[in-house]
């Protein structure tokens, strides 16, 4: 028995075939949510196949460290059912993933008696093959569930934890305190949702030369958040030729139909792995489509290099707290600055690296 990665198309045909008939309405959410997934490299739709012929299916999200798999969808082909199939299947997916996760629906006076022993039985067949259940449930759009762990890792928390960190790798922390409730605490109402709800993430588009005066206007708009100065289109277009030179890349930040930011890609000598500048226009900030862009540009530099890389001033604490919620833990260089006699400026707050003391300052207001 084999796992075979399905390609965007073939997924498309599992869900529209399969899928529908498989899960109910309001526990199956949007195929262009999981072909979204899979663009961020954060999504492994699998065909079970045996002597090439097809046997199931397994759908699997996978956390942004890569630690563990959210078994999110997982089904045997009408016809092959009650044969052990499904069994086998778990056991290759823990074989693939080392520690498996998931969330099966909870019995509750929503559901009828049938519909209840339903939910009962599946989570039995779980247990059966080496699940366990935590000591935790979450709801997730509105509907509850069990959650369900194999694999080594004993502490529910340390469960709860990668768990979580499906979910906040890919809403807005808004969405998230909107929509998942994970943990679902002691006595806690699930909060009412309609089925699965999408945000409107953001594409990144390659620059074109004829999108010059576009560009133009929100590298000026770039520089007059980040440094509160007034660039003239002769210092933007500058800005474009280097940004669009050899070993850059500059992408409009597109949302629908509508270009909302930019994104600058760069090499420092070696693979363009740099996030040189990333800018939102103020009208689309607080919605984390900074955040997303991010992501898209991750998945991007992946496929080529091992790591990212990205430089913040110090006083800017949004960024820095921005790219630690994307994952950005470790520190690579240290820039050190010195101020001559003349200049005048504020002392925000004092940090130490290696014992030494430093100042993070900014211009006087």
């Known amino acids: 028995m084999e796992l075979q990665p399905l390609t965007k198309a073939e997924l498309t045909a599992l869900y529209q075939n399969e899928m529908t008939a498989d899960f109910p309405k309001s526990e199956l959410k949007p195929l262009r949510a999981m072909l979204r997934l899979m663009d961020l490299g954060r999504y492994d739709p699998l065909l079970v196949t045996e002597g090439g012929r097809p046997l199931g299916y397994a759908l699997v999200w996978l956390p942004e460290g890569r630690e563990g798999a959210l078994l999110e969808y997982f089904g045997v082909l009408r016809g092959k059912r009650n044969g052990g199939l499904g069994s086998r299947i778990l056991a290759l997916l823990t074989e693939r993933y080392g520690q498996v996760f998931g969330e099966a629906e909870a019995p509750g006076p929503d559901a009828s008696p049938e519909e209840n022993d339903l939910r009962r039985r599946r989570i039995a067949f779980y247990e059966r093959n080496g699940f366990r259940v935590l000591d935790y449930q979450c709801a997730l759009f ?54 699965w709800v999408e945000e409107a993430y953001p594409a990144l588009v390659d620059y074109g030369a004829e999108q010059e005066a576009e560009a133009v206007r929100l590298i000026q708009g770039f520089w007059l958040a980040h440094n509160r100065y007034r660039q003239t289109e002769e210092e933007a277009r500058a800005d474009l030729r280097a940004w669009t030179g050899q070993g850059h890349r500059l992408y409009f930040i597109a949302l629908e139909d509508v270009t909302v930011g930019l994104l600058h890609l760069g090499s420092r ?97």
């Not at 928390?157 to 909107?178: K, L």
């Not at 260089?333 to 005048?344: A, E, I, N, Q």
């Open 269 to 365: 000598g070696g693979e363009i792995d740099w996030l040189e500048d990333l800018f939102v226009l103020p009208e689309y900030q607080g919605r984390g489509i900074g955040g997303q862009a991010v992501r898209l540009a991750e998945a991007m530099v992946r496929q080529y290099s091992q790591s990212m890389y990205v430089e913040a001033a110090a006083r800017n604490e949004a960024a820095i707290r921005l790219y630690r919620r994307l994952g950005y833990d470790c520190l690579n260089t240290v820039t050190l600055r010195k101020d001559f006699p003349g200049y005048d400026y504020d002392v925000m707050r004092t940090e130490r690296v290696y014992g030494e003391r430093f100042e993070i300052r900014k211009d006087k207001e």
């Open 142 to 195: 509105g509907v509850r569930f069990h959650c369900l762990y194999r694999g080594p890792e004993a502490d529910d928390r340390r469960v709860e934890a990668m768990h979580r960190g499906v979910y906040a790798g890919y809403f807005s922390p808004a969405h998230m305190e909107r929509y998942i409730q994970l943990p679902l605490g002691p006595g806690e109402a699930v909060k009412p949702a309609p089925e």
